[in-house]
Nanobody
Framework: QVQLVESGGGSVQAGGSLRLSCAAS????????MGWFRQVPGKEREFIVH????????YYDDAVKGRFTSSRDNAKNTVYLQMSGLKPEDTAVYYC????????????????????WGQGTQVTVSS
């Protein structure tokens, strides 16, 4: 099992930047592929990015491509989401998730394909 804790959320003005971190505890972090999702009240959880076990492959949702970048440091058991050019519509609770299963691009955006989730961190972007 792996436990996930997000941090780095906060309030920022449009055009600003934030870096989220997701720290994992437990064993074999490097054997997990990771995902970032976000959710606003009343809406379904939305896929942002999937990063494979060594960070060599990433898949981004079109809504964030070019603005968000995900990376991981397996030595620190941490995955990051660098967000720039933030917009008010990026306001949401951001979650990281982990899976030990290989996911093809067809499945990376499906929350049910991930086994472990953090508690989320709030990001608020004001105009």
């Amino acid at each position: 099992q792996v436990q996930l804790v997000e941090s780095g959320g906060g309030s920022v003005q449009a055009g600003g930047s934030l870096r989220l971190s997701c720290a994992a505890s437990g064993r074999s972090f490097s054997s997990y592929a990771m995902g970032w999702f976000r959710q606003v009240p009343g809406k379904e959880r939305e896929f942002i990015v999937h990063i494979d076990w060594n960070g060599g492959t990433t898949y981004y949702d079109d809504a964030v491509k070019g603005r968000f970048t995900s990376s991981r440091d397996n030595a620190k058991n941490t995955v990051y989401l660098q967000m720039s050019g933030l917009k008010p519509e990026d306001t949401a609770v951001y979650y990281c998730a982990a899976t030990r299963t290989y996911l093809s691009i067809t499945y990376v955006g499906m929350p049910q394909r991930y086994d472990y989730w953090g508690q989320g961190t709030q990001v608020t972007v004001s105009s």
